[in-house]
C-alpha cells in the first residue's frame, strides 16, 4: 500500500516563505508524476503545480515566479517551495502520485491528506 504524507504548511505572513513537503511511503520502484494541488473554501480544486520523473515542470500562472517545485526520486518526494505568498494563496495543499508503481502493485494515482497554508496578517 502506498501513502502520500504532507508537511510544512502553517501561518505566515503576506510575503513570507513556507516550503512543502510530501513523502511517499512504502516499497516504491517509480512514480511517473508528482503533483501539488490546493483548494481555497468554497472553490474546486486547483493544480498548481507538477514534476515529471524527468524533472519537467509546469505551473499555474497564479504562481509562476513565486512557487518552485523539486523532487528526490530517491526518496520518492515532492516538495513545494512557496516564495512572495499572498493571502490568496490560502488553501490547504494536496500532494499526488500518479502512476505509481511498487513491488506489489499499481496505482493510477494516490492523494495525501493535505496541509493547510494560510497567509494572513
Known amino acids: 500500500q502506498v501513502q502520500l504524507v504532507e508537511s510544512g504548511g502553517g501561518l505566515v505572513q503576506p510575503g513570507g516563505s513556507l516550503r512543502l513537503s510530501c513523502a511517499a511511503s512504502?516499497?516504491?520502484?517509480?512514480?511517473?508524476?508528482m503533483d501539488w494541488y490546493r483548494q481555497a473554501p468554497g472553490k474546486e480544486r486547483e493544480l498548481v503545480a507538477g514534476i515529471t520523473t524527468g524533472f519537467t515542470t509546469n505551473y499555474a500562472d497564479s504562481v509562476k515566479g513565486r512557487f518552485t517545485i523539486s523532487r528526490d526520486n530517491a526518496k520518492n518526494t515532492v516538495y513545494l517551495q512557496m516564495n512572495s505568498l499572498k493571502p490568496e494563496d490560502t488553501a490547504v495543499y494536496y500532494c499526488r502520485g500518479h502512476l505509481i508503481v511498487t513491488l506489489t502493485g499499481r496505482y493510477l494515482e494516490v492523494w495525501g491528506q493535505g496541509t493547510l497554508v494560510t497567509v494572513s496578517s
Open positions: 512504502g516499497i516504491i520502484l517509480s512514480i511517473n508524476t
